[in-house]
């Protein structure tokens, strides 16, 4: 039994996947990736509650129908959005490692010849089947209080688990920031996890372009004296709010 926000469900056996959106091609917008083709698998429910969170539609029961906002898919439904096999999937959410263990899951892995991306929030550590398939992990962790006590959005052990797969050249941290104060504890975070501050981007809090660029002109000198990579939000920078499925 998975625990989500509002929402309590067994996901153990599940042959359809709850999603949001599914759509591409279009251009990757955050992280290493920014500006490559890609497409997006953005599944619903998470098991955090991110106060800055911009897709709260995909697990806040309090404010949007969730079941209606994510209807559960096949995953031929999915595939036939899938007409290129040299752009990458990512898998985003609400957090998507809560349907690692669906049989829906591990054949949308077997199906498609497509890598595969995943965006996590690092609470969950993959199973078996996602470390040999995903061939790049974006690991978000809440550093920074945004509504959830510490033990629930921070798993030292797991974040220790994509910290070696960083180094292995598989993963990257990407953390939102507002302040200089946010990303110089993002150094001591990657410190005390051994993260190479090569594999840490900052990326400004933001859901305008005005925000975003504000945000990243009062971070950029932290993150550059830190040793840090910044990444915009170029989706957010060309569409604004709006959402591209």
């Not at 990458?88 to 829906?104: D, R």
Request: hydrophobic share 40%; glycine share 8%; net charge negative.
């Amino acid at each position: 039994m998975v625990q989500v926000v509002g929402v309590s469900t067994d996901v153990a056996l599940g042959a359809t996947l709850p999603v949001s959106e599914v759509y591409g091609p279009v251009y990757q917008g955050e992280g290493p990736y920014a500006g490559r083709r890609v497409y997006f698998l953005r599944l619903g429910l998470c098991n955090l509650r991110c106060s800055w969170c911009d897709t709260p539609y995909t697990w806040d029961t309090k404010r949007f129908d969730v079941a209606a906002e994510c209807p559960p898919l096949t995953v031929p439904q999915i595939t036939e959005h899938l007409t290129d096999p040299y752009a990458p999937l990512v898998l985003s959410g609400g957090e998507p490692l809560i349907h690692q263990g669906t049989a829906a899951m591990a054949k949308l892995l077997a199906t498609i010849p497509n890598d595969v991306h995943v965006e996590t929030n690092g609470t969950t550590a993959p199973n078996q089947l996602m470390r040999e398939r995903v061939a790049w992990w974006s690991v978000s962790p809440k550093l920074h209080d945004q509504g959830d006590p510490v033990a629930r959005r921070i798993h030292p052990t797991v974040l220790r688990e994509f910290a070696a797969l960083a180094w292995d050249g598989r993963a990257g941290f990407k953390v939102v920031c507002r302040t200089p104060g946010e990303v110089a504890r993002v150094a001591e975070f990657a410190d005390d996890l051994q993260v190479a501050r090569r594999d840490v981007w900052i990326m400004p809090e933001g859901t305008d372009a005005g925000t975003i660029i504000r945000t990243a002109s009062a971070i950029e000198d932290t993150a550059l004296e830190h040793g840090f990579n910044l990444t915009l939000r170029q989706h957010v920078l060309l569409h604004g709010s709006e959402r591209l499925r």
